[in-house]
C-alpha cells in the first residue's frame, strides 16, 4: 500500500465516490446520510472546495485509487485555528490505520505549510474508529455536547476534540 495525500479536482469525482455516500456503514455517522449526494452536486462541492481559500480538500488515494478525504476547514480563522472532518469511503480499507495515516499527515500540512495553532473536530460518540484515530493522533477531549446528534433514529452525545500544534 502506497498512501497519497493531494488536493481533490473535479476530476476525482467517480461513481464509486459518490456511492460512498449511499453506503449505510460508510455514513451511518455522518449528515450525509440525511442528503441526496449525486455525481454533479459532489463536482461542486469539490469546485467550491478548490475555489475557497477558507477550505482544502484532499483526496486519500492509495496507487492511484481515490478510497477517501480529509477537508480541512476555517483556514482564514483570525484565530489560527480549523476543523478537520475525513472519510474512509472504501470499507476494505477499514481497520488498517488508513484514518490515523490520513490525520497525522493533515496535522503535518496544519503547522507546516498552513501555521496553524490548533486543530479540531467532533463526532457521534458511537463512532469509536473515528475517536480511535484522534487519540492515536494526540488530540484530547475538550467537551461533550449531550444528545446533540441524531443518526438512524438514536441520538448520540458530540465529541469535541481538540490538538494544540
Known amino acids: 500500500m502506497r498512501l497519497l495525500l493531494k488536493l481533490l479536482e473535479e476530476k476525482n469525482v467517480t461513481d464509486q465516490y459518490v456511492a460512498w455516500f449511499a453506503n449505510k456503514e460508510v455514513a451511518r455517522f455522518s ?16 469546485r467550491r472546495c478548490c475555489e475557497s481559500n477558507d477550505v482544502d480538500l484532499y483526496g486519500v488515494f492509495d496507487e492511484g485509487k481515490h ?6 476547514s476555517g483556514l482564514l480563522s483570525f484565530h489560527k485555528r480549523a476543523k478537520i472532518s475525513y472519510v474512509i469511503g472504501e470499507t476494505s480499507y477499514w481497520g488498517q490505520g488508513i484514518g490515523t495515516f490520513v490525520v497525522a499527515e493533515i496535522i503535518d500540512k496544519a503547522k507546516n505549510q ?17 475517536k480511535r484515530v484522534l487519540e492515536k493522533n494526540g488530540f484530547k477531549l475538550e467537551g ?12 448520540y452525545d458530540q465529541l469535541d476534540y481538540g490538538l494544540i500544534l
Open 31 to 46: 449528515d450525509n446520510q440525511y442528503e441526496k449526494i449525486t455525481f454533479d452536486g459532489q463536482k461542486a462541492y469539490v
Open 67 to 72: 478510497i477517501g478525504n480529509i477537508s480541512i
Open 114 to 130: 498552513y501555521k496553524l495553532n490548533k486543530l479540531y473536530a467532533g463526532l457521534a460518540d458511537g463512532n469509536v474508529g473515528s
Open 144 to 155: 461533550v455536547r449531550r444528545r446533540h446528534l441524531q443518526y438512524n433514529n438514536k441520538f
